[in-house]
């Protein structure tokens, strides 16, 4: 299953909203999550199940979609949100694969 | 808390072999298939391997197919990954992950495997 993400890269400023889309080959019901790469570190999950906030995360982050299409939105974005995302199919469970990523930087 | 530590790691000459090892802690290992997932220097994740709680079950990307063999200990809470006749394309940060479709999403600090002669 191919997961299709964009914008690939995405500059916005401090208190923006911005949408990054996810799209999968093929219909993977809402088995998606999302997580959040700083440089040098390992991934952090945000959202799973599509649209599950994991606890812990801040509530301006959030997720939606079902199917083939999918979107992560950051309401408000702060300083620390500058980072890479990457969508993640669990369709076929232990099987998984992630899309490309999307680079969000500061404007 | 759930803590997956890497090791393993290293420079090695094209043709070669390592052996990864992920030691977990803090969730009952042996209910939980686990996995490896790799990232290339400047690259996005490319999940590598999955075996099934008890080790029954392994999976793998075509990429490595035939070349990296996963498995565990259940009596150790260990997973592992041998990785033979490596290739530059092989270099990358391996990371170990407890993932679920649900709210496990854990992952290891990485460990690089470098390529090279």
């Known amino acids: 299953i191919q997961l299709t993400q964009s914008p690939s890269f995405l500059s916005a400023s401090v208190g923006d909203r911005v949408t990054i889309t996810c799209r999968a080959s093929?219909?993977?019901?809402?088995?998606l999550a999302w997580y959040q790469q700083r440089p040098g570190k390992a991934p952090k999950l945000l959202i799973y199940?599509?649209?599950t906030l994991q606890s812990g995360v801040p509530s301006r982050f959030s997720g939606s979609g079902s199917g083939t299409e999918f979107t992560l939105t950051i309401s408000s974005l702060q300083p620390e949100d500058f980072a890479t995302y990457y969508c993640?199919?669990?369709?076929?469970?232990?099987?998984?694969?992630f899309g490309q990523g999307t680079k969000l930087e500061i404007k | 808390e759930v803590q997956l530590v890497e090791s393993g790691g290293g420079l090695v000459q094209p043709g070669g072999s390592l052996r990864l090892s992920c030691a977990a802690s803090?969730?009952?290992?042996?209910?939980?298939?686990m996995s490896w997932v790799r990232q290339a220097p400047g690259k996005g994740l490319e999940w590598v391997s999955a075996?099934?709680?008890?080790?029954?079950?392994?999976y793998y990307a075509d990429s490595v197919r035939g070349q990296f063999t996963i498995s565990r200990d259940n009596s150790k809470n260990t997973v592992y990954l041998q990785m033979n006749s490596l290739r530059a394309a092989d270099t990358a940060v391996y990371y170990c992950?407890?993932?679920?479709?649900?709210?496990?999403?854990?992952w290891g600090q990485g460990t690089l495997v470098t390529v090279s002669s």
């Open positions: 992950a407890l993932i679920t479709r649900g709210a496990e999403g854990y």
């Open positions: 803090g969730f009952t290992f042996s209910t939980y298939a």
């Open positions: 075996i099934s709680s008890s080790g029954g079950s392994t």
């Open positions: 093929q219909d993977i019901r809402t088995y």
């Open positions: 199940a599509a649209s």
């Open positions: 993640q199919q669990l369709n076929s469970y232990p099987l998984y694969s």
